[in-house]
């Protein structure tokens, strides 16, 4: 494990105390300006340099009209200009003393022609002044933790736990409303790679493992070009940090696609395969699949085994037990002292089998917090799946039934969801085991944001959640296998 | 196929003149109440009775203490009253004339004791008085186009096109949100089915085959109680309206919670997939894949066949192929044609394989128009695939960069997303194929609720698309199988 991430290549490049940007300007068309405005609007604190042949000032910052001209070493260039003058900038940065770059721009191997030489070229040019870089073809970095934002479109997301490393373009910044809708948050640090000429899948690994704001990592793969540090970095870091992947170039159709996309070839599904076992990480299915995986494994403690309860509302409780059947988790009948507590609190209409299928309770309250307890407490279980249905319609109806003034309703109804969600978080927090919540709501419904900011995971639906507890299991499986091996990597 | 939809014996349960409700009261917090509450806020048009023994007003409405007082014969009664009192309910709704109900009361067949029995007894009244019902133990019914919405939860849904029947509880009430937030709008019409002690899924089928609101129908399915008549029905109706099943009775555990939870026994997985291959029925794996497909299906023509192309905005062409790979989609090359006429549109960088690589076009609005109407041209492909990465912000900043005055930008951003979508939506009517958009981006995305508002499918992923197009590959061979085949079904 990396001990100190300052040593990593990849620190100065996802925590620039200063940057400097090649091929911002003020034509707003321009893909450099894109990845300006999005470092601007995101709030970045550090020092910021334009450098620009022509401009004084880019997007009101004063600019310098070459590298050699910069008032300081900035840590860190972001050059978005034309191919073909990229190595001889890189080259002024060298000379000028900069040691880290995102390179950009495309056209390089990923491409014919002469683009495989034009690699080999920045290569060079980077080795000889002893710069680390990402690119070329690639969208840069965020930093949610830190408010840096390099890539070209803006985000709003806040700060969050899932650090990323992306083959694909810009994967990356397509997924920033997607994170922050689902989960209200956005990555903790992601990269993007594009060709991996020098810095590449490995080194964003060991960075991401030693990342103090990063709980989960996720890896989106269409080749591993270094086959034997990938496993070493993975085989380290997921010891005691999850790492999930998904893995698209593995039908013949999607290795096609990868191929004119990056330059890289794909290998046979089933390598990969084996590959991700040896190397403790977690196969996902599915972008969505992806983070929902990550959203659960930063978000709760391992379980100890595959024993699962279910509380359910109505409604499909069929569909989470087979969900969690078709994902490996074992659901096994309430203990008798779990029945005897329940009694106190359920309907005679309910079903308190596994799933407790709750239909109404008596106080619709004991939801979040008598009920979950009494199931977390259950030592025959070792993991609790919770479907979320609420809505401040029904704690209006209820409120309204006891004779609340209507003016003082709004107020009581907020405080009643932030005490309901943050006594869900406490149980988990004190009971140590995992409790995956799951709801077809989402975050416009202030109980499903509530719970996740208070740090309770609310999956999309029942198999999304039975899923995502089978890749906790898996998780728990993985490392053990891995601690017990002592043997060295082998590809 | 049903030839005249008033025959059916949910004709009135799904679009009632009028109705009377038992046990509605003006307590908020009893099931009764929620129910005409949910009636009244969605809209419903027609005239309510409720029937309480006390009360002179239910929820300002005028009340009959007994059903043999209603000024009027109601088309249906709604009934959700304590268990032991129910038959005697329903009796006297049959004294009154009254031939449908809806009995959402639980504690008849799905639990022990006394319930089997108490079953037997209202089957035998609706006998006697030739009533048609649905329940015990159900939700109701709710029918978007007519806002008539009988189930507990009050709904803000949009009229929608999905047909659907349900055997999970209050599994339709929990879809609201959901279809709101991911489609934009509700259900044609939802049943909820309980414990089908009359009224069945096969009526349903049959029912919502010939209701001209719905054009895809989604069964969720715990266990098919008359075999025949279900599969008789079925073949008939899909042979021109898909029906897409979520079976989740098919793990061992999925099964002993289906058995706790309506008292029906759930049968072996493969059984079921037989059932439903013969039967013309496409099988969805979860709640989210049935409702893509059914919302894929009611927006698309049908494919001739399984070659797709795929257009892409950089970032995951890989996924997107790769999904198609494993949904069994074929991507061709592009045809020669295609590709002339591709060359005035895309940048140097773009790869002109399939998937179609665009990363940055020269104007990003032929993303919508040109670029589209070329690949649906192509005659070697049988559909599309678009990811839509579009935002307002984007749009802004080309209008800044033309130098559009900023009080203008506003009003223009608005008309040229309105433009794009109606745009999208002409090419698919005019090329008769389907065209399937995917964007981790959703409604709250101008152009994504633009998109779906104008008819064109946008899910939620490359891999949920893939599949969804997989779908309707799927219903075009099930179907021209069904018509194939003369011979009566077989159990």
């Known amino acids: 494990m990396m001990s100190d991430i300052s040593k990593s290549p ?52 004063g600019a310098y009209s070459r590298a050699g001209d910069l008032p300081e070493v900035p840590d860190l260039a972001i050059i978005v200009l034309p191919t073909k003058i990229v190595a001889e900038t890189l080259r002024a940065c060298g000379e000028k003393g900069i040691r880290r770059a995102i390179i950009v721009t495309a056209g390089f191997s990923e491409v014919g022609g002469e ?7 920045i290569k060079a040019i980077a080795r000889k002044y002893n710069i680390r870089f990402t690119g070329p073809n690639c969208i840069g970095v965020v930093n949610s933790q830190m408010k840096f934002n390099a890539t070209f479109l803006s985000s709003t997301c806040r700060p969050g736990f899932i650090g990323m490393a992306s083959q694909s373009g810009s994967f990356i910044t ?35 493992g030693a990342c103090p704001d990063t709980r989960a990592i996720a890896l989106y793969i269409e080749s ?29 159709t999607g290795k096609r696609a990868c191929l004119s996309h990056t330059g890289a070839l794909a290998g046979p599904d089933r390598l990969y395969d084996g590959v991700f076992k040896q190397s403790g990480i977690i196969r996902a299915r599915s972008v969505e699949e992806m983070f929902d995986f990550c959203y659960a494994l930063g978000s709760c ?6 024993r699962a309860l279910i509380q359910t509302h109505s409604g ?18 309430l203990s008798s002292a779990t029945l005897e507590k329940l009694r106190a609190y359920v309907p005679h209409t309910a079903s308190v089998k596994n799933p407790v299928d709750l239909t109404f309770t008596k106080n619709p309250l004991d ?71 799951f709801s077809f709501l989402n975050r416009q419904n202030p109980f499903i944001a509530g719970l996740q900011d208070n740090g309770v995971p609310v999956l999309a639906s029942p198999e999304r959640a039975a899923r995502a507890l089978g890749a906790l299991v898996e998780c728990s499986r993985l490392r053990e296998k891995l601690a017990r091996s002592k043997r060295p990597a082998s590809v």
Chains 1, 2 share one sequence.
């Not at 940007?21 to 609007?41: D, K, Q």
């Not at 591993?224 to 992947?245: C, D, H, Q």
């Not at 059947?325 to 659901?331: A, D, K, T, V």
């Not at 199931?375 to 029904?394: I, K, Q, R």
């Open 174 to 208: 397509q997924m920033f409303d997607y994170l922050e809708a689902r989960f209200g948050q956005g990555f903790s640090t992601g990269f993007s790679l594009g060709n991996e000429a020098d810095i590449d899948m490995a080194d964003c690994i060991r960075y991401l």
């Open 316 to 333: 499909g409780p069929g569909a989470a037990a087979d969900a969690c059947g078709r994902s490996g988790i074992e659901l096994p009948a």
């Open 301 to 306: 403690p391992l379980p100890k085994g595959k």
């Open 10 to 61: 990849l620190y100065q490049i996802a925590r620039p105390e200063s940057i400097a940007i090649f091929g911002a300007s003020n034509n707003f068309s321009s893909m450099g300006t894109s990845v300006l405005n999005a470092i601007l609007t995101d709030g970045y604190e550090g020092r910021i340099f334009p450098v620009h042949p022509k401009e004084k000032r880019v997007l009101n910052i």
């Open 367 to 437: 939801y979040f917090k008598a009920i979950p307890e009494i199931l977390l407490e259950d030592e025959g279980a070792d993991s609790l799946l919770v479907y979320f249905l609420a809505t401040e319609a029904m704690v209006n109806r209820a409120l309204e039934s006891l004779g609340v003034p209507e003016a003082e309703i709004d107020a009581q109804v907020k405080t009643i969801i932030e005490d309901q969600c943050t006594s869900v978080a406490a149980l988990m927090a004190s009971h140590g085991k995992p409790m995956l919540g």
């Open 115 to 121: 683009g495989p030489a034009r690699q080999e070229e």
């Open 224 to 252: 591993i070009r270094r086959g034997r540090e990938f496993i070493e970095a993975a085989r380290e870091v997921s010891l005691t940090k999850p790492i999930v992947a998904f893995y698209v170039g593995g039908s013949e």
